[in-house]
C-alpha cells in the first residue's frame, strides 16, 4: 500500500482540510511508533578475524536494539554496569561508528558471527514521493490508515472518532508484537 493510499483512506474515515504535508510529519511519527512497538528480529553478521574485538555492522543497527549476539559457540551478553563478571563474554556497540566490540575478542579464526537486533522504521515520507511504501512488512500497512485516521480526527477535536481509530490500530500492533515476540527463541 502506497503512502498516498493510506493518505486517501485515511481521508475518507475522517473528511478534513489538513494539508499533506502534516499528514506526511504524522504518517514518519506513525512508521517510527510501529517499530517502537512491534519488535520484528533482523540478523547481521560478521566472521571473526583471530584476536580482533571489533567488527563493523549495518547501518540500521542500533544499540537499544541488539538483543543477541554470538560468535561461534559463545553468546556475548551487553557490558553493564550490574554484569556480574564484566572481563567475561560482554559486547559494547557504538551507534555513531557502528562498531561492536567483543570482550574478550573471539578464540579464532573465521568464526562466524550473529547479532539480533530489532528492525527500525528508517524512511523519512516527502511531499516529492508520496508512491512509496511504508518501513512495516506489507500486511500491517492498512493499520497506517486508522493510525492516520486517528491524528486527524485528534486534530479536529473528535475525540470518539479518535478513540476509535487508536483502538483500531493499537490492537492490531499488539498482536503484531506478541506474533513477533512468539517467533523469536533465545
Not at 554496569?81 to 570482550?103: E, I, M, Y
Not at 550473529?114 to 508512491?131: C, D, F
Request: hydrophobic share 40%.
Amino acid at each position: 500500500m502506497l503512502i498516498s493510499e493510506i493518505i486517501t483512506e485515511a481521508d475518507l474515515l475522517v473528511p478534513n482540510a489538513v494539508d499533506t504535508a502534516d499528514k506526511l510529519i504524522w504518517i514518519n511519527a506513525i512508521n517510527q511508533d510501529f517499530f517502537n512497538v512491534v519488535k520484528i528480529p533482523v540478523f547481521d553478521s560478521f566472521t571473526s578475524v583471530l584476536d580482533q574485538s571489533q567488527y563493523t555492522l549495518s547501518a540500521n543497527v542500533r544499540f537499544k536494539n541488539i538483543d543477541y549476539v554470538m560468535c561461534g559457540v559463545v553468546k556475548y551478553n551487553e557490558l553493564s554496569p550490574d554484569a556480574p563478571n564484566p572481563l567475561q563474554n560482554t559486547f559494547r556497540f557504538d551507534d555513531g561508528t557502528k562498531v561492536l566490540t567483543l570482550s574478550p575478542p573471539p578464540y579464532t579464526v573465521g568464526l562466524g558471527g550473529l547479532v539480533r537486533y530489532s528492525r527500525i522504521g528508517t524512511t523519512t515520507y516527502t511531499s516529492s514521493n508520496l508512491t512509496i511504501e511504508p518501513d512495516a512488512p506489507a500486511e500491517y500497512h492498512w493499520t497506517y490508515i486508522p493510525a492516520l485516521a486517528a491524528y486527524i480526527a485528534h486534530s479536529m477535536d473528535d475525540e470518539v472518532k479518535a478513540a476509535n481509530y487508536e483502538n483500531q490500530y493499537k490492537n492490531a500492533w499488539n498482536v503484531a508484537a506478541q506474533n513477533y515476540q512468539r517467533a523469536v527463541v533465545s
